[in-house]
C-alpha cells in the first residue's frame, strides 16, 4: 500500500490533475486565500543575496546576443540538469537583424523543458505550458529588468522543483491504474523560457518579438 502524502501535497496533487485536464483557458481567475496558502514558500531561491539561488544569478544586464544572456542560459540549463533530470531540455535558436546590429545577425535562444509521461513518445502529450522571456532591455545601458522579467523566469524554476515530484506521483499513479495511454490522459508540463522579447529601439512589429514570437 502506498503512503498517503501531506494534506498539502494531497491538494497541489488534486489541482494539477485539474488544471492539466482543463480543455477551456480562463484567464485572471481570482485565486482563493486557502489556494494561495498551498503555495510553497520559496524561501532563499528569491533572495536577491542569495547567489546560489534561481533569482539572483540573473539579476545582470541580459539583452540577447551578448554575454549576459548566455550566463542566464547556462544558468537555466544547469538548474535543469542538476536537480530536475527527467526533464527534457529543447533549444529552439534563430538569428535576426535588428535596428542597433545593422548588417550583423543577432542570436536568439529559446528554451523548453518538458516533463511528459515516460510512456509516450516526446512531443505527443498534452502540456500545461508555463511562459516567461528572460532578455532585458537594451536601454538604458546597464538596465537589468528584476521584475521584467528575471523574477517570473526564478519563479517557473522554482515551480518546476516544487512540483516535480507531484508530476512524478500523478505519473506513477496513472501508470498503476492503466490510464495511460490516451491522448485526453497523457499529460505533461513544459516551461518556456523565450529569448528576444524587447524591442532594441522603440516597439514595433520589426522591432520586438524577436525569438519569442
Known amino acids: 500500500m502506498k503512503?498517503?502524502?501531506?494534506?498539502?501535497?494531497g491538494h497541489i496533487l488534486v489541482y494539477l490533475h485539474l488544471l492539466l485536464l482543463a480543455v477551456h483557458i480562463t484567464a485572471y481567475k481570482p485565486l482563493s486565500d486557502s489556494f494561495l496558502k498551498l503555495i510553497p514558500d520559496a524561501g532563499a531561491d528569491l533572495d536577491i543575496n542569495n547567489d546560489k539561488g534561481l533569482l539572483a544569478p540573473i539579476l545582470?544586464?541580459?539583452?540577447?546576443?551578448?554575454?549576459?544572456?548566455?550566463?542566464?542560459q547556462e544558468h537555466f540549463v544547469n538548474f535543469f540538469k542538476k536537480e530536475l533530470p527527467k526533464w527534457t531540455i529543447e533549444w529552439h535558436n534563430s538569428t535576426s537583424?535588428?535596428?542597433?546590429?545593422?548588417?550583423?545577425?543577432v542570436p536568439f535562444a529559446n528554451l523548453i523543458f518538458k516533463r511528459e509521461p515516460p510512456w509516450v513518445k516526446p512531443g505527443?502529450?498534452?502540456?500545461?505550458?508555463?511562459v516567461a522571456h528572460y532578455d532585458s532591455k537594451y536601454t538604458p545601458e546597464g538596465f537589468i529588468g528584476a521584475t521584467d522579467s528575471a523574477a517570473p523566469c526564478a519563479m517557473l524554476m522554482h515551480v518546476a522543483r516544487s512540483i516535480d515530484k507531484y508530476v512524478?506521483?500523478?505519473h506513477d499513479?496513472?501508470?498503476d491504474l492503466?490510464?495511460?495511454?490516451?491522448?485526453?490522459m497523457d499529460m505533461g508540463v513544459q516551461i518556456l523560457l523565450l529569448d528576444g522579447e524587447e524591442a532594441f529601439v522603440r516597439w514595433t512589429d520589426e522591432d520586438s518579438l524577436?525569438?519569442?514570437r
Open 3 to 9: 503512503p498517503n502524502v501531506s494534506l498539502a501535497g
Open 60 to 72: 545582470i544586464p541580459r539583452v540577447s546576443g551578448t554575454q549576459g544572456a548566455l550566463k542566464t
Open 97 to 105: 537583424k535588428t535596428p542597433v546590429s545593422g548588417n550583423k545577425e
Open 124 to 130: 505527443q502529450s498534452n502540456l500545461l505550458t508555463l
Open 168 to 170: 512524478t506521483q500523478m
Open 173 to 175: 499513479e496513472m501508470a
Open 178 to 184: 492503466g490510464e495511460g495511454g490516451t491522448v485526453a
Open 210 to 212: 524577436y525569438g519569442s
